[in-house]
């Protein structure tokens, strides 16, 4: 199907409930002329007559009558938009959601396809870099975050817990000195972040698998991080729901490393306060509760079985 514009569309539904030109033209505040246009222009778009024209008015093609359930979703949608975002009804509006690059993939990949449907007339922008805003300039309106805001007119609401774990591929650690405990670790090239660009704690993973721990390979992108790690260039940190995707990858010290961390959702009190905030808030708690064991891993399932090695 063509895409489909509320901007066309609210003049489908109002010419499917007023059955005349003149009077849905009132109803929508302009001229017949004008929804005779907006009706021709949807009609070529869909390549199909949505009306036949006769004596009593406009009556619906069968057509039509399959597209009214879409375009009655969409006006439900819209009536859930705010009024102040400098777009007219109907309009599309943006939603500036900035977010760490791991749940950016996961967001986009599983999550976006259901979001715009849900919700048609919002155009998601989306910041992968969060740490280059201002949480008090307001520069998203959502934020997901790794630790919750505590002060200040914000709100944070617990999304979902994640578990990440030491990777690297067999070939590595074939070569390598042996891991049998963190400490070990000492001796081997670590891939990790830039410290002094670690914009959120919870990021700081290497300190809590073993303090004096140093990344010798950094990136500021979990993205680069993972290519490293396949690449056998060394141990790194990834988040189970990103590594589980690449079979060759093992876990390393599954039973002594093994990290939970959480996605959280911030918001300004005064945005939250809108329905359709509350909708979107709702929308994504429950999209990633659905996803929750895609998440974290089984720590029964993360312990291979015993060959003798000793490098997992």
Known sequence: MAHLSWDDLQFFLAVVRERQLSRAGRVLGTSHVTVARRIDRLEQALNTRLFERNPRGYEPTPASLRLIETAERMEEAARQLPQD???SP???????????????????????PA???????????????????????????IWITLDPVTNGPYRSQRLADYSLHLYAMPA???????????????????IGYIEEMIF?????????????LRATVKSSSIFNQLAAVRNGLGVGVLPYYIAAKYPGLQIV????????????????RDLRALGWTESVIAFLAAALHERGKELELDPDIARPPDDGGSSA
């Open 115 to 141: 979001f715009m449907a849900r919700f048609p007339l919002l155009m998601p922008e989306l910041i992968t870099m969060p740490q280059v805003l201002s949480l008090s300039r307001r520069e998203a309106d």
């Open 85 to 87: 975002r400098g777009a």
């Open 90 to 112: 109907g309009q599309l509006r943006s939603l500036r959601l900035a977010m760490p690059e791991g749940f950016a993939s996961l967001f986009s990949t599983h999550l976006l």
């Open 172 to 190: 590595y650690l074939r070569d390598a000195p042996p891991i049998r405990m963190p400490e070990d670790l000492r001796l081997h090239r670590i």
């Open 253 to 268: 010290l599954p039973d002594q490393v093994r990290l939970t961390r959480t996605y959280w959702l911030t918001c300004h």
């Open 200 to 212: 959120a704690p919870g990021l700081d993973y290497l300190r809590e698998v073993h303090p004096p």
